[in-house]
């Protein structure tokens, strides 16, 4: 079973604009982590945000986690063709394994 | 840039017959993931290794996928018999932290594309 939950499933913007990704999870977690995977290849980290922060940012990503409601944000501003990819949550409770969501697929038309 | 290898890239085999991946992970790090990725979904954990250990192998279809990792560095995959149902990505991971010691962030490799024919 999975306990993270992307939304929206997929995602076409113009380059230019800012993207949204959403991820809700189920149970209380230590960490929860964003990755990027480009098709057919491994993921790549991209930020990480711990149980008690409650915003991050790194360049052109900026993630929100809200534990009251157990969801989290990923934005990425000013996206650029390159930014077509799969997007994942992970979510972790300390000695428990990671659980990755089903992704959102990210589209940038340029 | 350090990277966690994986061989081979792609693979096709005919069901019943026996396949094996490879992974290296990147060195120093102790944790090692195996993961399945079915077309469209993300990737769900088969097993995880503290260096030469397992320490979840909850998910591994034990009567046909087998993991080890000897003298824990790299680690080795094997499914035998193959079954139409295992065609997906393989993918390797590697983290430096301990399970359970706080961040995990993890190391992919580029994956073994399986075909089972």
């Known amino acids: 079973s999975q306990q993270g939950e992307e939304d929206p499933q997929a995602l076409s913007i113009q380059e230019g604009e800012n993207a949204t990704m959403n991820c809700s999870y189920k149970t209380s977690i230590n960490n929860l982590q964003w990755y990027r995977q480009n098709s057919g290849r491994g993921l790549v980290h991209l930020i990480l945000i711990r149980s008690n922060e409650r915003e991050k940012h790194s360049g052109r990503l900026r993630v929100t986690l809200d534990t009251s409601k157990k969801s989290s944000s990923l934005l990425i501003t000013a996206s650029r063709a390159a930014d077509t990819a799969s997007y994942f949550c992970a979510t972790s409770r300390g000695g428990f394994k990671t659980i990755f969501g089903a992704g959102t697929r990210l589209f940038v038309k340029a | 840039e350090a990277e966690v290898a994986q061989s081979p890239r792609y693979k096709i085999t005919e069901k019943s017959q026996a396949v094996a991946f490879w992974c290296d992970p990147i060195s120093g790090h102790a944790t090692l993931y195996w993961y399945r990725q079915i077309l469209g979904q993300g990737p769900e954990l088969l097993v995880q290794f503290q260096d030469e250990s397992v320490v979840d192998d909850s998910q591994l279809p034990k009567d046909r996928f087998s993991a080890e990792r000897l003298k824990g560095v790299d680690s080795t995959l094997k499914i035998q018999p193959a079954e139409l149902g295992d065609s997906a990505m393989y993918l390797c991971?590697?983290?430096?932290?301990?399970?359970?010691?706080?961040?995990?962030?993890?190391?992919f490799g580029p994956g073994t594309r399986l075909l089972v024919l």
């Open positions: 991971a590697s983290s430096l932290v301990h399970v359970g010691k706080g961040e995990e962030t993890q190391y």
